[in-house]
Nanobody, 127 residues
Framework: QLHVVESGGGLVQPGGSLKLSCAASGFALEDYGIAWFRQAPGKEREGISCINKSGGLTNYVDSVKGRFTISRDNNANTVYLQMNNLKAEDTAVYFC????????????????????WGQGTLVTVSS
């Protein structure tokens, strides 16, 4: 069973930074593509960034390009999301998603491709 846990969320002022972590247990994260989704109050869950199993392919939704960076440390069995220049509209619960293993070489932002979800970590951007 795929189990991932997010951490690193919190309250930050506009313009600040946070680094989210997605730690896997019970399986080798290096065999899977990973994505970060977020869900703001009253809105649908949206995919914002993904990385394939090798780390050689990444993708970002336009609203976070140039501000967020996804990376992975397979030795630590962890994927990260560095978030800089945070804005109020980035306020949301952020979820780590593990794609179906057959899609490990790809990087797509599609909920239908997700095999397992983390429980989420709340990011609040407010002054």
């Amino acid at each position: 069973q795929l189990h991932v846990v997010e951490s690193g969320g919190g309250l930050v002022q506009p313009g600040g930074s946070l680094k989210l972590s997605c730690a896997a247990s019970g399986f080798a994260l290096e065999d899977y593509g990973i994505a970060w989704f977020r869900q703001a109050p009253g809105k649908e869950r949206e995919g914002i960034s993904c990385i394939n199993k090798s780390g050689g392919l990444t993708n970002y939704v336009d609203s976070v390009k140039g501000r967020f960076t996804i990376s992975r440390d397979n030795n630590a069995n962890t994927v990260y999301l560095q978030m800089n220049n945070l804005k109020a509209e980035d306020t949301a619960v952020y979820f780590c998603a593990v794609y179906w293993q057959s899609l490990a070489g790809l990087c797509i932002l599609a909920p239908g491709a997700v095999d397992a979800w983390g429980q989420g970590t709340l990011v609040t951007v407010s002054s």
